[in-house]
């Protein structure tokens, strides 16, 4: 099979869960559900925040750009696919498959380091209380999301400069339902082993780093946690954690299972199927988490609900 060089690529053919024409209806049903959910959840999410005083804080502000990263990563991959089912048609351009990339990688990893900054922000609130509004002052938090922005901005430019250097074959079917990195390094005839390693160090640093964070902070949280003499003052400082606990253990459970299945099945289907449990169920269960979990949250909503019925 003869090489093509990149400039000579036109579209990819997105290759979806499954090629069975009976399925496509049920499965553009159950995307689009999910889709409109994700959607629906997390701009509520946004609204309670903005809309209630109580819940200006910094965690609740960390929870607000975690609610817009899901909104964007959901829209970066969702919307493509339901459009191919609804046309029957399985092409992407090479540029839109590109830009895809893009924003599929900078918002996967943004989340991750959303995740580590709302896990720092709990060491503060339950290690360091007293000073807990200073540390966690709004210039600082800020800060962290803009860097964190950056700092996913450039390892999703990274990979897909990489990506634009590498030559496909005449084989352009991408088993998946968006364009994921690892399938189009698979595409490709050119010399891949510069890129897979690029791909092992960025995970470790991009993923490994934050998830490290993660880590040491909920150490020191449990630490702290168990020297408190009440029994209501533990609980208290727990239930604080525990939506971020459960969003946590969601996240990186889910991207583990999926790599699990990348490494011991040689399905590409499974792997594709794997990938929707980390890419779109996570953004849609997350502000069911927040708000069963938080009472606050609760609040927040059902004022707005109210405000929202009451201009009906």
């Known amino acids: 099979m003869e090489p093509r060089n990149q400039t000579a690529i036109s579209e990819f053919l997105l290759l979806g869960l499954t090629e069975d024409p009976a399925l496509q209806p049920l499965i553009f049903s159950l995307f689009l559900s999910m889709y409109l959910v994700t959607i629906l959840g997390n701009l509520l999410i946004i609204l309670a925040v903005s809309s209630d005083p109580h819940l200006h ?27 191919n089912i609804q046309t029957r048609n399985q092409s992407i351009s090479y540029a839109e498959c590109i830009s895809q990339l893009c924003f599929v990688l900078v918002f996967s990893v943004l989340e991750n380091f959303l995740l580590a900054v709302m896990a720092y922000d709990r060491y503060v609130a339950i290690c360091h209380p007293l000073s807990y509004m200073v540390i966690m002052n709004p210039c600082l938090c800020v800060v962290l999301v803009q ?3 950056i700092i996913s901005a450039g390892d999703g430019l990274l990979h897909t400069l990489m ?23 698979k595409l490709a005839c050119s010399d891949t082993l510069i890129h897979n390693i690029l791909v092992y160090l960025a995970a470790c640093v991009f993923v490994g780093i934050p998830f490290s964070g993660i880590i040491f902070s909920y150490i020191h949280i449990v630490s702290s946690v168990l020297k408190m003499p009440s029994s209501g003052g533990k609980h208290k400082a727990f239930s604080t954690c525990g939506s971020h606990l459960s969003i946590v253990f969601l996240f990186y459970g889910t991207s583990f299972g999926v790599y699990i299945t990348s490494v011991f099945s040689d399905s590409p289907r499974k792997t594709a ?16 988490i927040y708000s069963l979990r938080n009472r606050d949250m609760t609040g927040a909503l059902r004022k707005l609900s109210g405000r929202i019925l009451a201009h009906l």
């Open 57 to 83: 804080t910094p965690m609740y502000f960390f929870l607000c750009n975690l609610s817009l990263n899901d909104i964007c990563l959901s829209t970066s991959m969702i919307p493509k696919m339901l459009v």
């Open 147 to 149: 860097v964190s922005l």
């Open 163 to 185: 990506v634009l250097r590498l030559s496909f074959c005449t084989d352009l079917g991408i088993p998946d339902f968006f364009c994921e990195l690892a399938q189009l390094i």
């Open 273 to 288: 199927v794997a990938s929707v449990m980390y890419t779109v169920v996570p953004p849609m269960l997350n502000p069911f």
